[in-house]
C-alpha cells in the first residue's frame, strides 16, 4: 500500500487548501478515501455528527501534477485513511510560496501523511518543512461504511440562492435560534424560516429554477406530478448549515439542494473539479 | 519584556540602563541594556553615585506608552527619574503644545536581578537574521508551547515541534523545518543533542528583532542548560535567557564522539512499511475502524519530571549525594517539566565547577564551595525583597 502525489503548480495548491480548509470546517475527523483518479473526503452518518453526512470527491488530476497510488490489494486498488483535516489544512496554509510540495504515506512508528513542503530561501538550497500528520489507516472489511450515499427520493429539488446572501441570511438567524426550516417548492421559491417564543423571521427567495433530474430509466422523474405550489420542508440545526455555508471559499458553479420532506436535506455543491454533497437530518 | 513577566525591573548602571523581566516560574529571563549614548541625558546615580534599583509593575509602565504611534507623533522627549527620598518613579512625556503629562508609578527597591549564564561557555551558536528565524517559526502555530532546535547532517538546522510526553505520539502533528547551514551568518554547532525550549518567549524577541532589523545569534549548550539568544547594536544590548528542558538519559552519556546527532535526516525516501501493517492490521481482530495497533516504542527522550520514582534518582545520583534525599526542588513551568537542569538530579554543588557555573539558572544563594547535602530548597532567583 502506497501513496505519493506532488503539486508544483502554485495555484492548484492554492485550490486544494481551499477544498481542505472547506473540509475541515465541516469535519473534526473524516475519511480520506484514495483511488487511481480520484479523492474522496467523506464523513458517514454517524450519531456522533449529529447524523449529517458528507461525500466530496475530487479529481486527482485537477490538483497534483504527480500522484501514484497502489492500494491494499490488485482487486482493491484504494485506500482508506482517518485523519483530522484541520491537521492537513494547517500544513497547507503557509505553503502558500512553496516551490513543491509532496505528499506521501509512510509508516515509520504510526502511519502519517508526511507533507514536505520545499519553500523559496535566498540560500543555495531550499527549505523544507515537514508535516507528519498522523492518520488511521482503515481496513477492507470495514470500507462498506463508507459508500457513496445514493441522491434520497426528494420531494422538491430546488438551486440555492447566491451563497453569500444565504450565508448571511443564516448568521443572522443562528443567534435567535437553533433550528431553521428550510422550505422550497417546484416553482423556484424557497423559505428559510425561523420561529421562537418572541419573533419569527422569514427571508423569501424566489426565481431560483429548479433543476431537472431524469430517473435511471429515462423518464421523468415522478416529482412531475407533484403541485408546483407546494411547499417541501425540513426543520434542521442552524449550526450545521451555518458550518456548510461559512466553509464555502469559492462560489461554486452550480448549488442546489434536495428537500426530503420532514427528513432530510441533501445539498450539491458544483466545482469545476470537486463535488461536495452534504447531508443533514431534519431534527425529530 | 511584558511577554516574560509581569514587572519590569530598572537597573542604571554605569554602562547604561538595563530594563529586565523575568517569568514566574525562573526559567525566562531578558534583559535589555541601552548605553549611556542611547539618551540624551544619563544620569544614572544621585550626588554620591549610588544607583538604585527598583521594580514596577509591568501593567502600569506600559501603560504610560501606550499608544506608539500617537506617542510618535506628540511626544519630543521622556524623561524617567528615579530620586530615592520620593517613592515614585516619575516619567514624564514632554508632548506638543506645551503639554507634559507626568506618570508616577509607584515601585518596589529590589536587589539585582541577574540570570547566571556565560555565551562563552555554550559550545554551539547560530546567527541568523531575524527575518530567517521568523519566517521559520511561521509554520508552527500560534498555540505551541514548545519548539526543539537542533542540528542535523549536512550542517542543516532543524526546528521541530516538541510533542509533550502526556500527547499520545500517534495522535500529534509533528512539524519540522530544515534551514540550510548557508542561511546563517554564522553556524558553529558542536555535535549533540538537540535543546527544547518555550517558543512564546522567543516570538517575542523574535518581533523586536526583526522590527529592529538586527540579526539574532543564539548561543546553546547541552539540554537543560540555558539558551541564550542575543542581539547586540551599538547602543543596545539585548539577552534573552531560556530554560531548556533537561535529559536525563543524555546528561548520563557523554556526548558521541562521531557527533551523531539524534535527528533524522531530511531525504526523500521514508519508511514505507505499510504492506507488513497491513497484514498485521488483518489478521488480528480489530473492533474500532482504524484499527492501528500499538505504535512501537517511540526513540522520543522524555525528560521524566522530578516527582518520578526515587529509586531512578538515585541511579543518577553520584556518590555524594544521600540516597532518598528528595528531590531537589526543580523549577517547573506551566506543563509540569523541570526546567533549567542541567545536570539532571545531580547535586548542585560541585567542586569542580565554579559557583558562577553551576547548572544553575540564576545566582542563589547557595554557599559556594565545598560539596555538601543538596539544599533541601533551592533558590532559583533571589526574591525582590532578598529573603525567600
Known amino acids: ?284 | 519584556l511584558s511577554r516574560i513577566g509581569d514587572e519590569l525591573y530598572l537597573e542604571p548602571t554605569e554602562s547604561g540602563l538595563s530594563l529586565r523581566a523575568v517569568n514566574s516560574s525562573r526559567s525566562a529571563f531578558a534583559s535589555f541594556l541601552f548605553a549611556p549614548l542611547f539618551f540624551q541625558l544619563y544620569e544614572p546615580g544621585g550626588p554620591q553615585r549610588q544607583l538604585s534599583r527598583c521594580k514596577v509593575l509591568m501593567k502600569s509602565f506600559l501603560g504610560v506608552f501606550r499608544s506608539l504611534p500617537s506617542l510618535e507623533k506628540t511626544v519630543g522627549k521622556c524623561l524617567i527619574l528615579l530620586k530615592p527620598p520620593a517613592n515614585r518613579l516619575v516619567v514624564q512625556l514632554h508632548c506638543k503644545y506645551g503639554v507634559t503629562k507626568t506618570h508616577n508609578l509607584t515601585f518596589q527597591e529590589c536587589e539585582r536581578l541577574q540570570a547566571v549564564f556565560d555565551t562563552q561557555r555554550c559550545a554551539s551558536s547560530l546567527c541568523a537574521p531575524a527575518r530567517v528565524l521568523a519566517e521559520a517559526v511561521v509554520h508552527f502555530p500560534q498555540t505551541l508551547a514548545e519548539v526543539t532546535l537542533g542540528a542535523g547532517p549536512g550542517g542543516k538546522i532543524s526546528l521541530r515541534n516538541y510533542v509533550e510526553d502526556e500527547a499520545e505520539p500517534s495522535k500529534t502533528m509533528v512539524t519540522e523545518l530544515w534551514l540550510a547551514e548557508d542561511e546563517f551568518q554564522t553556524v558553529a554547532v558542536a555535535p549533540g543533542s538537540p535543546i527544547t525550549f518555550c517558543l512564546k518567549e522567543f516570538r517575542g524577541l523574535l518581533t523586536f528583532a526583526e522590527a529592529s532589523n538586527l540579526p539574532l545569534t543564539i548561543h546553546y549548550d547541552v539540554p537543560g542548560r540555558p539558551v541564550v539568544f542575543t542581539l547586540d547594536d551599538a547602543v543596545l544590548e539585548v539577552r534573552l535567557v531560556l530554560a531548556t528542558l533537561s535529559d536525563p538519559e543524555s546528561s548520563s552519556q557523554p556526548p558521541r564522539a562521531n557527533g551523531v546527532s539524534h535527528l533524522p535526516a531530511p531525504s526523500d525516501d521514508f519508511a514505507d512499511d505499510l504492506e507488513s501493517y497491513m497484514i498485521a492490521m488483518e489478521t488480528s481482530a480489530y473492533e474500532e475502524a482504524s484499527g492501528v495497533p500499538p505504535s512501537p516504542t517511540f526513540p522520543l527522550r522524555t525528560p521524566r519530571p522530578a516527582e518520578s520514582d526515587p529509586e531512578e534518582e538515585e541511579e543518577e545520583e553520584e556518590e555524594g549525594a544521600v540516597p532518598g534525599t528528595p528531590p531537589h526542588k526543580k523549577v517547573w513551568d506551566g506543563q509540569g517539566h523541570a526546567w533549567g537542569q542541567g545536570d539532571g538530579h545531580r547535586p548542585l554543588l560541585t567542586p569542580t565547577l565554579s559557583p558562577q557555573f553551576r547548572s544553575l539558572f540564576f545566582g542563589s544563594v547557595l554557599t559556594p564551595g565545598g560539596p555538601g547535602p543538596a539544599p533541601t530548597q533551592e533558590v532559583l532567583a533571589e526574591d525582590s525583597d532578598g529573603e525567600y
Open chain 1, 1 to 284: 500500500m502506497r501513496f505519493r502525489a506532488k503539486i508544483v503548480d502554485l495555484a492548484c495548491l492554492n485550490h486544494f487548501s481551499r477544498v481542505i480548509n472547506t473540509i475541515a470546517k465541516l469535519a473534526k475527523t473524516c475519511t480520506l478515501r484514495l483511488t487511481v483518479g480520484k479523492l474522496y473526503f467523506i464523513l458517514s452518518d454517524k450519531i456522533a455528527n449529529g447524523g449529517v453526512s458528507m461525500w466530496c470527491e475530487l479529481c486527482q488530476g485537477n490538483f497534483f501534477n504527480e500522484f501514484q497510488m497502489e492500494g491494499v490489494a490488485a482487486e482493491h486498488n484504494e485506500i482508506y485513511l482517518e485523519l483530522v483535516p484541520e491537521n492537513l489544512s494547517r500544513a497547507l496554509k503557509t505553503a502558500q510560496s512553496a516551490k513543491a510540495v509532496k505528499i506521501k504515506l509512510t509508516n515509520k512508528h504510526y502511519p502519517c501523511l508526511r507533507v514536505a513542503v520545499e519553500l523559496p530561501s535566498l540560500s543555495s538550497s531550499s527549505r523544507i518543512v515537514t508535516h507528519d500528520i498522523p492518520v488511521g489507516v482503515i481496513p477492507r472489511r470495514l470500507w462498506n461504511d463508507f459508500r457513496e450515499p445514493s441522491v434520497p427520493d426528494f420531494d422538491v429539488s430546488i438551486y440555492l440562492p447566491v451563497l453569500k446572501t444565504m450565508k448571511s441570511v443564516v448568521e443572522r438567524m443562528k443567534n435567535l435560534s437553533n433550528s431553521i426550516v428550510i422550505e422550497a417548492n417546484l416553482s423556484g421559491e424557497m423559505n428559510l424560516k425561523i420561529e421562537t417564543d418572541l419573533v419569527s423571521v422569514t427571508t423569501h427567495f424566489k426565481d431560483l429554477g429548479n433543476p431537472s433530474w431524469t430517473s435511471e430509466d429515462g423518464c421523468q422523474s415522478s416529482t412531475q406530478s407533484r403541485d408546483p405550489e407546494s411547499m417541501a420542508e425540513a426543520r434542521i440545526d442552524i449550526k450545521k448549515l451555518q458550518q456548510l455555508l461559512a466553509g464555502q471559499q469559492v462560489n461554486p458553479t452550480k448549488a442546489l439542494c434536495n428537500i426530503v420532506s420532514k427528513r432530510i436535506v441533501h445539498f450539491i455543491l458544483l466545482h469545476e473539479d470537486v463535488s461536495l454533497q452534504y447531508f443533514i437530518p431534519a431534527l425529530v
